[in-house]
């Protein structure tokens, strides 16, 4: 999502030119900025002030076993020759894995487009065109059939570092108080609007001020307990994959369970930008487009989310 959405431009503006001194990038990043900003902006809204903050509660301990069952869930939706050459790159970044999953749970949403699957190590579902929370719920509860003890979630378009899954059972063995883990998720494409999504933390949730505790991060490179799958759900109002992740970890948050950022667990996430500069930029734009309008929904769902997004702060992939 984005960063400072809600404040007037020339304040955006201003914590980053003043965030970004001495960075080479700061002229290209600010007037990308303005690009993000101007799309993003949700339209007739008024926040409501009359909220407070109230923190949230301090983390449950978890009890997971020393040798975690985990099990990865991808919700996909295959419509283009992209999408279908990013699930081959997810299928061979999965069978590189330093530590597999007892299991991979696919929930493809009605593709339009066939296509082949390792049906050897994936367990295949799909329902009907329904959207990415649907889908990731129904992954949970087939995981939690499995009596899997770690949940991991992340997205057709994304390719997982050979140490993914062991970092994400590591970090739960040595944080008891920890029950969502949120990795460190990096563009795969090396061209600028690659690199501003890197500057700009857009999938790396946002990380409360003075803290470790994460206001929320994001599904392409996320996983959970069971305990957290047993009793948080995705909102399936939410019809794309937008803000559905916030709502999920807000509510997780509210329940006790903290949320924690793990920089070695790497996925990396193919936007999809060419050497096309116009394709480009209206594809950065149809991004933020789809942002503001999950956004819209969650303020809907959490009236008092900018009270705590404030006190927050980006996640930069190489901090």
């Not at 667990?265 to 503001?292: D, E, M, P, S």
Request: proline share 4%; glycine share 6%; aromatic share 14%.
């Amino acid at each position: 999502m984005s960063s400072i959405s809600h404040l007037p431009y020339g304040k955006v503006l201003d914590y980053w030119y003043e965030k970004l001194e001495g960075n080479k990038n700061r002229t290209k990043f600010l007037m990308t900025k303005f690009i993000e900003i101007f799309t993003f902006k949700p339209k007739n809204i008024s926040i409501n002030q009359d909220f407070k903050f109230i923190d949230f509660p301090d983390g449950k301990k978890h009890n997971l076993p020393i040798k975690a069952k985990i099990g990865v869930v991808v919700p996909i939706y295959i419509k283009s020759d992209k999408n279908l050459k990013d699930l081959q790159n997810l299928f061979q970044s999965i069978f590189n894995l330093e530590y597999q999953p007892d299991v991979v749970i696919l929930i493809d949403d009605c593709s339009p487009m066939n296509y082949e699957y390792p049906s050897h190590f994936i367990q295949f579902v799909q329902q009907k065109n329904s959207g990415p929370a649907k889908a990731r719920n129904k992954g949970i509860e087939l995981a939690l059939q499995q009596k899997v003890d770690i949940i991991a979630f992340t997205d057709s378009d994304c390719i997982l570092d050979k140490e993914w899954t062991k970092q994400i059972i590591f970090h739960f063995q040595k944080d008891k108080n920890c029950a969502v883990v949120s990795g460190n998720t990096i563009s795969f494409d090396k061209n600028w609007l690659g690199t501003y999504h890197n500057i700009n933390g857009t999938l790396n949730g946002r990380k409360f001020k003075a803290s470790d505790r994460l206001l929320y991060g994001t599904t392409a490179n996320l996983a959970i307990t069971s305990e957290v799958g047993q009793q948080i759900k995705f909102n399936e109002q939410f019809p794309n994959a937008a803000g559905e992740d916030i709502e999920f970890c807000f509510k997780a948050n509210r329940a006790g369970f903290e949320i924690k950022f793990n920089e070695k667990a790497i996925v990396n996430h193919h936007y999809g930008y060419t050497k096309n500069f116009f394709g480009n930029l209206r594809k950065f734009r149809r991004q933020f487009i789809k942002y503001a309008k999950g956004e819209r929904i969650l303020l809907e769902q959490v009236p008092e989310y900018y009270i705590y997004f404030d006190k927050t702060e980006e996640i930069n992939p190489f901090r």
